[in-house]
Nanobody, 125 residues
Framework: QLQLVESGGGLVQPGGSLRLSCAAS????????FAWFRQAPGMEREAVGCISSSRSPHSTELADSVKGRFTISRDNANKNTVYLDLSDLKPEDTAVYYCAADHQSWCNYYGIDYWGKGTLVTVSS
């Protein structure tokens, strides 16, 4: 059983930046790939990106809609923390952002095993 706790959301102006954190706890964390999803008001949840499990060759991917603006990474000292750095934020990035874990080396966005409760990002002037 894993627990995922997101933090770092808030209100930011267009063009601003935020760092979201996902603190994971539980057994065997190095065998989980981690993903970020988001759900905007009235929209379906969508995948934002993935980072491979820490026991696998390092790899990340990001959705086309955020590529070049968002970065997904893992804390080098504490492998149990995953980050999503958001920059050049736009109003359409407003959403609840969720951390998720998949018990394999890479994310299967349709087979997520654990979800956090989410953190709200609001981009508005």
């Amino acid at each position: 059983q894993l627990q995922l706790v997101e933090s770092g959301g808030g209100l930011v102006q267009p063009g601003g930046s935020l760092r979201l954190s996902c603190a994971a706890s539980g057994f065997g964390l190095d065998s989980y790939a981690f993903a970020w999803f988001r759900q905007a008001p009235g929209m379906e949840r969508e995948a934002v990106g993935c980072i491979s499990s820490s026991r696998s060759p390092h790899s990340t991917e990001l959705a086309d809609s955020v590529k070049g603006r968002f970065t997904i990474s893992r804390d080098n000292a504490n492998k149990n923390t995953v980050y999503l750095d958001l920059s050049d934020l736009k109003p359409e990035d407003t959403a609840v952002y969720y951390c998720a874990a998949d018990h394999q080396s890479w994310c299967n966005y349709y087979g997520i095993d654990y979800w956090g409760k989410g953190t709200l990002v609001t981009v508005s002037s």
